[in-house]
């Protein structure tokens, strides 16, 4: 079984990459046995964080295949009042961030409470490496172990920033979207174990077929492949379940 711990729906105002509609999102994911997504809203992104979050939720009610994924603000704007209450009476299963892109540092004290606030309920946070470098992601790590991260969109020659994170905070986890090194997923599992991998594959700007193949024509065995692809995200979300 595949989860896709990162994938979207909402049209991209500046790529063809379709309306990213729930039927396209499910068409999409049959064709390559994809079972379950986690999806945030392309408003979350590119307009409007709320508005967004609140249109995924409708999207995705009455669509058990498909997981609310709601992107994150500091509170210090009051734009998204009681965050992480109303993501889980949402039943929202993760939370995304763009720091960059949404201009405040996920590491400063703007973004405090807002983070400890998701490590006491037990949300994974995702994010793209580009989005805050790997200082930020440690650091944010290491003051709260209980917060699961997930760190995607690795592009290529970044595991050696990616490697010494991994040893020192045991709660930061990479996603197979972009990890573009070759053998990197291989030589990723044999240092660290494939308990640190969650699959995910960036759709629909990014083609699933490139993280599906990744995984599946890899060299691991059996075990790693279905950790990766599914029982390692089932795992973080159980936190997410346990808390509320």
């Not at 540092?105 to 006491?120: I, N, P, Q, S």
């Not at 599946?216 to 089932?234: F, M, R, Y």
Request: proline content about 6%; overall charge negative.
């Amino acid at each position: 079984m595949l989860i896709d711990a990162d994938a979207m729906l909402g049209r991209h105002p500046r790529r063809d990459v379709g309306q990213g509609t729930v039927t396209q999102a499910l068409a999409r994911m049959d064709r390559f046995g994809i079972a379950e997504a986690l999806v945030s809203h392309s408003w979350s992104w590119l307009h409007d964080p709320h508005q967004g979050n609140l249109k995924i939720v409708k999207l995705t009610e009455g669509q058990p295949r498909l997981r609310p994924c709601w992107v994150m603000l500091p509170d210090t704007c009051d734009e998204t009042a009681n965050f992480v209450t109303s993501a889980l009476d949402n039943g929202v299963a993760a939370v995304r961030a763009y720091p960059a892109d949404h201009g405040y540092d996920l590491a400063g004290k703007d973004t405090a409470r807002v983070l400890d606030a998701l490590a006491e309920a037990g949300l994974p946070l995702l994010l793209d490496a580009p989005q805050a470098g790997w200082p930020t992601v440690e650091a944010v790590a290491a003051a709260r172990p209980g917060l699961a991260v997930v760190v995607g969109g690795l592009g290529y020659r970044l595991l050696r920033q990616a490697a010494g994170v991994l040893a020192r905070t045991p709660n930061v986890h990479l996603g197979l979207a972009n990890l573009s090194s070759h053998c990197g997923l291989e030589w990723l599992v044999e240092r660290y174990g494939p308990r640190r991998l969650v699959f995910g594959t960036g759709a629909p700007t990014r083609d699933p077929a490139e993280a599906l193949t990744r995984l599946l024509w890899s060299e691991l065995d059996d075990e790693s492949v279905a950790a990766i692809g599914s029982g390692n995200v089932l795992g973080l979300l159980r936190q997410e379940a346990r808390a509320a």
